[in-house]
């Protein structure tokens, strides 16, 4: 008894969490079966340590605000010929990511280009990078009202320290020339510092549009093609082959805000 309670107290100083879990199942069977010291402290550590690495990429993950958990093992590579496996495959060895290049996707709605970013960071935080994900919609307005709220300085850091940060969908929505300034200041700190992996429905020529400013969209893709992969998928909307499959496809219902 008084054993167990020093034990009891020594997991709990150590911060073990899956020790105590296991422990005494251990201990049986390593009476059971002859098993050695060593060899019954090397199972219980291995185990503590698994738990705390699952646990540690379960925060990140959390932290990372994903729209939705998908792996490149999800990914119907037979459905979308105009991709590259092997290429995708290549960046999943984020060797992009050691190296501060940039990732874009470029596509129209439901070719896969979010379910590729995020399999992409799910990935990276596996490896230990950090990530943040927004909508780029979302990543200018929070800037504009951090920046009425003063706190413009501490928002920007959300977004630059991340080792990749992820906009998604820039071209849904003309910016305006105070949000079009913020997309540009965070490209420049971020350029040669952290990675971006970007999706867009619109192709580099029309960025002139998106931001209202054609020096300014020079300037930002500038920045942002320097070091980086472009990936162009061309092909059909997987919601769009979904609902065909469903047998309830009709053209005015395609509606590709309901992910
Ligand atoms: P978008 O290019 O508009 O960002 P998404 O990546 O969000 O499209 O894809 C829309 C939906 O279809 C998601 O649920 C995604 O997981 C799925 N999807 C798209 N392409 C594929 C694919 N080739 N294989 C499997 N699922 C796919
Ligand atoms: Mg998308």
Excluded: C
């Excluded at 992969?229 to 009709?250: C, P, Q, W």
């Amino acid at each position: 008894m008084m054993l167990q309670a020093r034990l009891e107290e020594a997991i709990s100083h150590m911060g073990w969490v899956r020790i105590p879990e296991i422990i005494h199942h251990h201990a049986e069977e390593a009476a059971a079966q002859n098993i050695s010291y060593l060899e019954f402290l090397d199972k219980l550590l291995q185990e503590e340590i698994k738990a705390k690495r699952d646990r540690f990429i379960r925060m990140k993950t959390r932290l990372a605000h994903l729209p939705y958990h998908k792996t490149l093992e999800q990914f119907d590579f037979s459905f979308q010929p105009s991709i590259d496996e092997r290429r995708i495959r290549d960046l999943a060895t984020l060797r992009f990511v050691q190296q501060q290049e940039n990732l874009i996707l470029l596509g129209p709605p439901g070719v896969g280009k979010t379910h590729l970013s995020v399999a992409l960071a799910l990935e990276a935080i596996k490896q230990g990078f950090t990530v943040y994900f927004t909508t780029a919609h979302d990543l200018v307005q929070t800037l504009q009202i951090a920046h009425q709220n003063n706190s413009i300085k501490q928002k920007m850091r959300v977004f630059i320290k991340p080792n990749v940060l992820i906009i998604d969908e820039i071209g849904y929505r003309k910016m305006d020339e105070t949000a079009a300034h913020f997309f540009f200041q965070i490209i420049s700190e971020r350029y040669e510092s952290g990675s971006i992996i970007l999706t867009s429905n619109k192709s580099y020529g029309s960025w002139g549009e998106i931001f209202g400013d054609a020096v300014l969209a020079t300037a930002i893709l500038d920045r942002l093609l320097h070091h980086s992969h472009t990936i162009n998928i061309k092909g059909e909307s997987y919601r769009i082959k979904e609902k065909k499959k469903a047998g309830f496809f009709r053209t005015e219902s395609i509606d590709d805000k309901t992910e």
